[in-house]
């Protein structure tokens, strides 16, 4: 029987099982399980991170960078008891961490395979989000999820309006990071400087909307000067939007470092900038069916029946 689903706080009450809803998925469908060397040094450092790729959002921002996997999701579709498993696969990788990308969709599914791996998992757990969360949602995860790596999009309700039919973006994701902060008080790093625990708020600065992006640093400010804050440059035009011409074309320097000195001015102490060269699709993960279903066909079975 399909499940009405209100798990995030679109509150469609889709029937998952009969097509999905915002997010546009029914079962946990993965999109790519590999290492990844490109997240902040914490996170990928020397080792890479072990990425999980889920399909389908519940944010649709239209200067998404991953729509090929998020507006029209593809990918294997998994079971719960095969998600752990897939998690065993991504530990014996040697990564640094298992990274789960854009799971919020799937959170209920998600604590359910990670409170069947937990206790066999030697690293840490990372919930990699668009913040676009409930915080009842978030509270399956409490003791599950060892680093919270949230985004903090956008401030003003037309902003968010406006790049992803959310004028309640803010209200949420600043409940969802004071939520993730009150499961992580502390950032606990190794003594090769990995994070094992803690929270990294990323906000990526967008062309023509570098207000908005201090109206973002301002709250931080307020909420914790020693928050870890991940200030990206790596907008790049994904793909023409003809509603938001902002959109159709790349930041410009002067915008990055207005924002980057604005971190400073308001007191932020811990900040992890990117190169200008990094606005640019060689960073973009590849997403191949063929291949995720391949791989997660010859992981073996611990957790799933055959």
Known sequence: MAMKCNLCPRNCNAERGAGGGVCRTDSIMLSRVARHDWEEPCISG???????????????????????????????????????????YVRDMGV?????????????????ALALVKPRLDIPVVYNTSSYEKVETLRLLDGLVD??????????????????????????????????????????????????QGVIVRHLVLPSFVEDSKRVLDWLANFDKDIYVSLMSQFFVARRDDETAALNRKLFRHEY????????NVGLHNGYFQEFSSATRDYLPEFDDAQVTDLIRNIPRVFSKE
């Open 147 to 196: 680093i919270y790596l949230p985004d903090l999009k956008f401030c003003d309700e037309n902003v968010s309006r406006l790049l992803a039919r959310a004028p309640d973006y803010f209200k949420v994701a600043t409940a969802a990071i004071t939520e993730m902060r009150r499961q992580q008080p502390r950032d606990v790093f190794d003594e090769e400087a990995y994070m094992r």
């Open 46 to 88: 020397q080792k890479g991170s072990g990425t999980v790729f889920f399909a389908g959002c519940n944010l649709h921002c239209r200067f998404c960078q991953n729509y090929d996997i998020s507006v029209v999701p593809h990918g294997a579709t998994v079971s719960v008891q095969r998600l752990a498993d897939v998690l065993l």
């Open 257 to 264: 470092q207005a924002a980057c000195d604005y971190f400073f």
């Open 96 to 112: 640094a961490n298992v990274n789960l990308v854009t799971p919020s969709h799937f959170a209920d599914k998600v604590a359910c």
